[in-house]
């Protein structure tokens, strides 16, 4: 493929058919097109409606608990010996994780636009709660498809889910992970296309899902400018953030974009190692393709089918990523770099005993690639990342792997 | 050759003032060689257009019914490329036939949609139906096709109100396909009195036949569609018999062939004393 000749307008994409570049798009059965041309209508509408603005900012503060702190990691900044290093605290929003931004967004939209079910996908689970939380506060029901075999290694978030009054159904069609959670919810959304609102968890899927969960994330990259520039006089050298579906890190980088002297770093999960066939690394490991409704770079075999993905993190085991840091990554505006497994363990044992802050594994997938990037770009330099989720939920996880029992 | 048989097909079936019966499998399920003999039945057993499913892992417009399909599809090996294998094998015997292959986008996309459409012409493909690429992102794939004179079979469905008409027939060729019901394949019934005008509004706006599927499982049902559609497309209550049939060790094909030939019978007779 060619790149595209290098834009200096980020605002241009997406254009009006959702693409940014290649990538991105409308690749939905015919029964759903209407309705996704729909919903595209309805977020243009309220994306220019102040009042709409205003809610969700409203419920940004009051009941997620925005904005989120910046915070200087001074002791990893010692540990590491270069660049000053800032925590993005989006792990200490309501629910735990930076979802609630996208999850309070498009609840609100689905309300305006007359939808009185929502249906949700999730893998770790902290979407799925994100969304139950939300249904709860507003009174709408829910259905969360988890797959089968995340089920059984999330159970925490899928009790969480149930005391929110959330329906979690496992899926053990396919392999039974969160690509098949996603299969799953949009087979449930053609089937009740009259009622029914998909929340969709990530800036993946079909347009306007890419630009919409961007958008909402946006608040984290936004924040992050303000303080930074409040705190030290100026932009930083690097922002960083691990990438699943990628919605943190486009939430991140987008505020960022035309401010060409900040480099955006992504960090993709390398399980095994991205030479073997256990890891997450869509963009190191995969080639463009169609999947979940858009254009974009996936893990598959020779004959196009989707290969599972495999990550420690439940938050980061998906086999595509939004279009919209395939386009970043085809024109260089942004790197990508990855992580295995062992190297976030390390990363998630190192900032729970020097900085006192347990992080969820998938923002510890950053920290893994922070130091080094601390090191290169050398004292007197910046670099923030995004510590999108806490580690609660990972105790387990992280027991099992170090050989502990609970 | 290629796409004028799928017209040929729909002339005689004019001809005769019935409705055809087109039927659906999945290449690969249980094996190639089953499949095979069974798509080598079909048209003695009554199909007048032959659906083949080509296998994708993330098969998201289907029922229970042909995701295992799918599964078993790619347990045994098959591939698109295993797909064109089997038409090619079945045009050797058959020149008549239209076979449209049904599937997503990703495989196709992924040998290369100009590589594709060379190698589905020699093998003696008719048409193509992709569930996932609506006419907004269809452009590419449309180009390969008409090069090589295969059809690109439109979906279009409950949802698809006026407006979206012109956009759903422009550049279709072949026959449209009526998706019947809001939903996956094989798990809500069609209703033959929707249908009705649905199949008139899509004659109108397309000037093609229009075939109905997703929503027949019975012979009573498939004769309901026959009277007011041009075609009735059965493919989860065969795929069904594929699955039990090779569950208990029976006869895979003489087990789908047999339901085959009840369901085209219903459909055959569906007009009979009608003008």
Known sequence: ?406 | MTKDRIDRRFASLKAENRAGFVTYVMAGDPDAATTLSVLKGLPAAGADLIELGFPFSDPMAEGPTIQRAAQRGLKSGMTLQGTLDLVAAFREGDQDTPIILMGYLNPVLNKGFETFAALAAKAGVDGLIIVDCPPEEADPLSDALEAEGIALIRLAAPTTDDARLPMVVRRTSGFVYYVSVAGVTGVKSADAADVAPAVERLRKASGLPVAVGFGIRTPDQAAAVAKVADAAVVGSALVDEIEAAAQLNENVTEKVLLKASELAKAVRSARVGTK
């Open chain 1, 1 to 406: 493929m060619n790149a595209p000749a290098k834009p200096n307008d980020y605002s241009a994409y997406p254009d009006a058919e959702g693409r940014f570049g290649g990538f991105g798009g409308r690749y939905v059965a015919e029964t759903l097109m209407p309705l996704v041309l729909d919903l595209g209508k309805a977020y243009a509408d309220a994306k220019a409606d102040p009042e709409f603005q205003a809610q969700l900012t409203s419920y940004n503060t009051h009941y997620a608990g925005r904005p989120s702190p910046l915070y200087f990691a001074e002791r990893l900044t010692e540990h590491f010996g270069g660049a000053k290093i800032y925590f993005k605290r989006d792990e200490l929003n309501h629910t735990g994780s930076h979802k609630i931004n996208n999850a309070l967004g498009q609840i609100l939209l689905a309300m305006r636009m007359g939808k009185t079910r929502i249906i949700a996908e999730t893998g770790a689970g902290q979407h799925g709660v994100a969304t139950a939380t939300v249904c709860a506060r507003f009174g709408l029901p829910c259905v969360v498809y988890m797959g089968a075999t995340d089920v059984e290694r999330q159970k925490p978030n899928v009790f969480r889910m149930n005391l929110l009054g959330a329906e979690v159904r496992p899926v053990s069609s396919g392999t039974g992970t969160l690509k098949d959670a996603m299969n799953e919810a949009m087979r449930d959304w053609v089937t009740n296309v009259h009622d029914t609102y998909y929340l969709i968890g990530t800036a993946a899927g079909p347009h306007p899902y890419p630009v919409m969960v961007r958008d909402f994330q946006s608040v984290i990259g936004a924040e992050a400018r303000e303080q930074i520039l409040e705190m030290e006089g100026r932009l930083p050298d690097a922002v960083v953030a691990c990438i699943g579906g990628g919605s943190n890190a486009i939430g991140l980088f987008h505020p960022f974009l035309a401010d060409e002297g900040v480099r955006l770093i992504g960090v993709e999960a390398a399980g095994h190692g991205v030479r073997t066939d256990k890891h997450a690394a869509s963009l190191t490991g995969g080639r463009p393709g169609v999947l979940h409704g858009n254009r974009t770079y996936l893990l598959q075999d020779d004959d196009g089918q989707i290969i599972d993905a495999h990550s420690i993190s439940a938050g980061l085991d998906y086999p595509g990523i939004g279009p919209e840091h395939s386009f970043l990554h085809d024109i260089g505006r942004a790197e990508y770099v990855s992580t295995t497994d062992n190297e976030a363990l390390e990363a998630f044992k190192l900032c729970s005993t020097l900085e006192g802050i347990i992080p969820a594994l998938e923002p510890a997938h950053a920290l893994a690639r922070v130091g080094e990037i601390a090191q290169e770009l050398g004292k007197g330099k910046i670099v923030v990342m995004n510590l999108c989720g806490r580690g609660d939920k990972d105790i387990f996880t992280v027991a099992e792997a170090l050989g502990r029992k609970i």
